[in-house]
């Protein structure tokens, strides 16, 4: 079975553009969550999603939003692009909300660097 | 806030010797689970070993075991007869409710 998969692998974007990362999670995973990795720090959680829902939101501004599908896939969309969002962006899968035991299953991640 | 600590940003071991990884965590919960997980350059975070709070008994998967102290909120990972591919950055985490807290990582160099 394919892991998660995050798309694109890479990105460079410019100051104050937007931006959409994509994540598809384990098949039948139903929760997804996105992290924001700066270089040398570990993983800062930015929202959780479970059957469409938000069911999580870390510290982050209003320009981070997110959405997940029918499909269980989501997208991570950034808006108004700062040169402190350089970072990676992992996305983790896991079978269901409230089971606390269950690892996350992460991606690879999302390269973005602002220029 | 939950919090996770991990002091040693750097450590280095010796092909087949053992090394011990310090995570100290802050909660005022009694029921959460703590992870660690290996990040190689290839920047897939890995699962190595979890622990359910509740349990006494340490965890251990082959050559990974976690030293547990609860009362203490310290949760170290023991890494025996290191090899090669061991090399790579360790995050401890912590979980409660839907969200995992990280500590800001070690980075683990195995040296031949």
């Known amino acids: 079975d394919a892991g998660v998969t995050q798309s694109p692998t890479h990105l460079i974007k410019t100051r104050g553009q937007h931006v959409t990362l994509r994540c598809s999670p384990i098949s039948g995973h139903k929760s997804v969550s996105w992290y924001q990795q700066v270089l040398g720090q570990g993983p800062q959680f930015i929202f959780q999603?479970?059957?469409?829902?938000?069911?999580g939101r870390g510290n982050f501004p209003d320009r981070f939003s997110a959405r997940q599908f029918p499909n269980y896939s989501s997208e991570l969309n950034v808006n108004a692009l700062l040169l402190g969002d350089s970072a990676l962006y992992l996305c983790a899968s896991s079978y269901q909300l409230g089971v606390v035991n269950q690892p996350q299953h992460f991606g690879d991640g999302t390269r973005l660097s602002i220029l | 806030a939950q919090t996770v600590t991990q002091s040693q940003p750097e450590m280095s071991v010796q092909e087949a010797e053992t090394v011990t990884l310090s995570c100290t965590y802050d909660t005022s919960e009694s029921d959460y689970y703590l992870f660690w997980y290996k990040q190689p350059p290839s920047r897939q975070m890995i699962l190595v070993i979890r622990q359910e709070a509740y349990k006494q008994q340490n965890a251990t998967e082959n050559r990974f075991s976690v030293n547990f102290q609860k009362a203490a909120k310290s949760f170290s990972l023991k890494i025996s007869d290191s090899q090669l591919g061991d090399a790579a950055m360790y995050f401890c985490a912590y979980r409660y409710g839907q969200n995992f807290v990280f500590g800001p990582g070690t980075r683990l160099s195995v040296l031949p």
């Open positions: 999603y479970y059957e469409k829902e938000e069911r």
